[in-house]
Nanobody, 122 residues
């Protein structure tokens, strides 16, 4: 069992930055691929970025490539998402999740946080 808790969401102006954190507790954090997803009302949850167990390989959705950076600190059981150049279309509830496989599919992520809201004003 893994418990995940996101923090760092909030309101930011277009072009601004936010940093999200996701703290994990429970089983060994480094065993899991970690992903950040986002969801807006009426839309499916979509992957934003994921990072492999030791941070050596990352993946980004095309919509955030070059603006967002995912990282992890296994000693602190935490995964981060640094978001730069935020645009109104980035506004969503952001979720971190843990998976045993490297996947972009929400169905492959067994553990989820409760989400944190990101609002971007234009």
């Amino acid at each position: 069992q893994v418990q995940l808790a996101e923090s760092g969401g909030g309101l930011v102006q277009a072009g601004g930055s936010l940093s999200l954190s996701c703290a994990a507790s429970g089983r060994t954090f480094s065993e899991y691929v970690m992903g950040w997803f986002r969801q807006t009302p009426g839309k499916e949850r979509e992957i934003v970025a994921r990072i492999l167990r030791f941070g050596t390989v990352t993946y980004y959705a095309d919509s955030v490539k070059g603006r967002f950076t995912i990282s992890r600190n296994n000693a602190k059981n935490t995964v981060y998402l640094k978001m730069n150049g935020l645009q109104p279309e980035d506004a969503a509830s952001y979720y971190c999740a843990a998976s045993s496989t490297s996947s972009s599919n929400t169905r492959d992520y067994k553990y989820w946080g409760q989400g944190t809201q990101v609002t971007v004003s234009s």
